[in-house]
């Protein structure tokens, strides 16, 4: 067990650095930068940009340095480069890299060079921000190019995490406490109009494009409600800090503007709509998982001693059919985390994966990266999870 | 030396004459018909197919006032009408109009065609794909299968909708040459989709082949003298067909769904090309507007096609192979 974890880790960071490669490599290699545009004007003088400072930008960005270099320079830093380049005697074609010492530390930042080329001896307060980007592993995913520019990427995304992690949190718990009981009970009465009710649904929900069902949602109790003078809810955003709409939901409930109700409020609606599709997927797996364990010896065993149904189902069958949703669970959580990319736009939530299409959008690759690479590490990181936990609930399965 | 004649044809006839066993197709599709909602399914399906091919011949044919030009002109998905735009249904327009007062109905159909052969081209390309290669890993087994493996692995691990906005929004730029913008467009989607889409078939042709391997009609083959490529492709291939077919169905449906979703992002096939997703892609900001009927109907066909096809594969599933569970 112990070698086959190792072994699986070693094969995650090398997943994960595989992955971080092969998404660089192609944002590199791809038309269109952030300075795509710029100078490029014709017949406008005013927003020309001269050759000297279009270098300028590209050092600032770090674009000017070989592919290899960037890459480098985004996983592992920029305050070794100038040393590197020292130590190889600075290789490189002088024309169009290096234009100014000839070295490689042409390839550092300016702020990085102004220091000297080092972080060393610099302390700042956030303990993120030093004058030589330090690299992913060192948790610094630079800075953002147009979505806030010059912010820190990490910054930003720690501005995005809280609502998504509400939004996610509320729809996984909602979902698994709607999804099993529904699960166990149409696996029960196999055939009755129940069972008839959720197969339907569960093919509908797999065959709902969600962000159409969410514009729905929107029209008809964000726009429709409005027109009728019902109580209507938001139709995006988290709060509706300073002041609440008249004749809304909040107004009617008199909730404060900013104060959780108002929060709550809006989460309504993008809740209904991502809650959709695992609802549906998930109550179809308890049902067929179900199914399977009502088939099973132990269950007979179980009748036969005279336990009363109540009982056996609970006691005995649907703890043995949950093992199996909550594997697929957790496997899925990462997947649930960018299908929220989805409902956020629907909803103008301003989330993780609001800002990603937002970022996405705009060639901001620092945060499009990090958020991928947030991404890949969480995708890696459930599946051991999710590998180890078949051990652990079902101990005939053995890893060699 | 005579040899008396054998009327070889006359035996076959008494042979067969007994009990003509049914053509195996038959056999599918009595077993198909007796899954309701997958016959309706595929006869939706037929409509849909019919309406997105014939539909626009038939509707370019005709006129309509076109109150911006004064005139009549001929329906077509480009024509603009700015003083008839966001109309609710009428009879010159059955479905409205849009916020430039094109004919939605028109776009509908003109949409699914694009929305469809998207779906199909990827879908076939992707389940061949994944065919071939898990029919290889499992045949062959050994380090080729160990290779095939972890790399379907690493496919399956990478987190798919944010790779494909990602790869779909730095690939805008590109222009094959000599091609209609919207076949470039679609060509680059098509590529993307299949990219991620293959994994499934892969893993369910290599378990298949697995059992299939060391089977005795494997066995014989090979004693035969058949080499290993006309094993794949004559037993072991034909074999694995039915969950292939019914994965595909299912396939389908998902496929119109993540073309949808991208261009309503505005990453897939950007307007004035339509498909079902982009048709959706400003409704937000023209809610106070049309907003209902323009966002209604495309959603419901692309709802209407990705719940046919994922009933009709499973009643292909029960029809085909009644063992199998996908």
Redesign the interface.
């Known amino acids: 067990m112990t070698n086959y974890l190792i072994r699986r880790a070693l094969q995650m960071v090398l997943?994960v650095f595989?992955?971080t490669i092969v998404?660089y490599t192609?944002?590199q290699i791809?038309?269109?930068g952030p300075l795509d545009g710029l100078g490029r004007q014709n017949g406008d003088q005013k927003s020309e940009i001269s050759d000297a400072q279009r270098q300028r930008m590209e050092q600032n960005l770090g674009l000017n340095r070989p592919g290899y270099l960037r890459y480098l320079g985004w996983a592992v830093g920029e305050y070794w480069i100038d040393e590197l380049g020292d130590i190889l005697g600075n290789p490189g074609d002088p024309e169009t890299q290096l234009f100014i010492t000839g070295t490689w530390s042409d390839y550092q930042s300016p702020t990085c060079q102004e220091a000297g080329g080092t972080n060393a001896g610099f302390v700042v307060a956030d303990g993120l921000s030093r004058p030589c980007a330090r690299g992913i592993v060192l948790f610094d995913f630079g800075e953002s190019w147009s979505v806030a520019p010059g912010r820190q990427v990490i910054d930003i995304l720690a501005d995005r995490v809280p609502p998504t992690v509400r939004l996610l949190t509320t729809v996984v718990i909602l979902s698994l406490v709607v999804a099993i009981p529904i699960g166990i009970i149409s696996a029960v009465r196999q055939y009755s109009v129940l069972d008839y009710i959720v197969t339907t649904f569960g093919?509908?929900g797999?065959?709902?494009?969600?962000?159409?069902?969410g514009?729905?949602l929107?029209?008809l109790f964000?726009?429709k409600f409005r027109e009728l003078g019902l109580p209507f809810f938001p139709?995006g955003g988290t709060n509706s800090f300073p002041r609440v709409a008249r004749g809304s939901l909040q107004d009617f409930l008199a909730i404060d503007p900013g104060s959780a109700g108002d929060y709550a409020v809006h989460l309504v609606l993008p809740t209904i709509m991502l809650t959709l599709v695992y609802l549906a997927g998930w109550s179809r797996f308890m049902r067929a998982s179900m199914l399977e364990v009502l088939r099973q010896d132990y269950v007979r065993t179980a009748r036969a001693k005279g336990l009363r149904e109540r009982t056996v189902i609970y006691r005995h069958a649907a703890r043995n059919a949950l093992i199996p949703l909550i594997t697929i669970i957790v496997f899925q959580i990462?997947?649930i985390f960018?299908?929220a990319?989805?409902t956020e736009?629907?909803f103008?939530y301003p989330g993780m994966g609001r800002l990603?299409?937002d970022a996405?959008?705009r060639n901001d690759w620092p945060i499009?990266m990090g958020?991928?690479y947030i991404?890949?590490i969480?995708?890696?990181i459930a599946?051991l999870i999710g590998d180890v936990l078949y051990t652990i609930v079902d101990p005939r399965i053995r890893f060699e | 030396m005579s040899v008396a004649k054998i009327d070889v044809e006359a035996i076959q006839d008494d042979v067969f004459a007994i009990e003509k066993p049914e053509a195996l197709l038959v056999t599918y599709w009595k077993r198909l018909r007796r899954h309701a909602l997958a016959t309706v399914s595929l006869f939706t399906l037929a409509a849909i197919v019919l309406l997105v091919i014939f539909g626009p011949m038939i509707m370019s044919q005709l006129t309509y006032y076109n109150a911006d030009q004064g005139e009549y002109v001929n329906y077509s998905r480009d024509t603009i009408d700015l003083l008839t735009t966001r109309a609710g249904p009428s009879l010159e327009h059955p479905l409205g109009t849009d916020e430039l007062g094109r004919d939605t109905l028109f776009r509908l159909m003109i949409a699914g065609r694009l929305s469809l052969t998207i779906a199909f081209s990827v879908v076939l390309i992707s389940e061949t794909f994944g065919l071939f290669l898990g029919g290889v890993s499992g045949y062959f087994g050994g380090w080729v299968d160990s290779v095939i493996q972890r790399f379907t692995e690493f496919v399956v691990v990478l987190p798919s909708l944010p790779i494909l906005l990602t790869v779909a929004s730095i690939t805008r730029g590109i222009q094959i040459p000599f091609l209609a913008e919207e076949w470039t467009q679609s060509i680059i989607i098509i590529v993307i989709l299949s990219m991620l889409n293959w994994t499934g078939a892969c893993r369910l042709s290599r378990a298949m082949i697995l059992s299939l391997r060391n089977q005795e009609f494997a066995e014989a083959s090979r004693a035969l003298g058949m080499s290993n490529m006309q094993i794949i492709g004559r037993h072991m291939i034909p074999n694995t067909l039915a969950p292939i077919i019914v994965n595909a169905t299912l396939g389908l449906g998902g496929v119109i769904l993540v073309e949808s979703a991208l261009s309503f992002l505005g990453f897939g096939i950007n307007p004035p090309v339509a498909t079902w997703g982009n048709m959706l892609q400003d409704v937000q900001s023209d809610m106070l507007g049309a907003g209902f009927w323009k966002a209604f109907f495309p959603g419901f066909f692309i709802l209407t096609t990705s719940l046919a096809f994922n009933y009709l594969g499973d009643g292909l599933r029960d029809a085909l192979d009644p063992r199998l569970k996908l």
């Open positions: 997943v595989v992955s998404i192609i944002l791809a038309p269109g093919f509908f797999i065959s709902m494009p969600v962000f159409w069902f514009l729905m929107i029209i964000g726009q139709s990462p997947g960018s299908g990319v989805l736009s629907v103008s990603f299409i996405l959008g499009v958020f991928l991404n890949a969480l995708v890696v599946t």
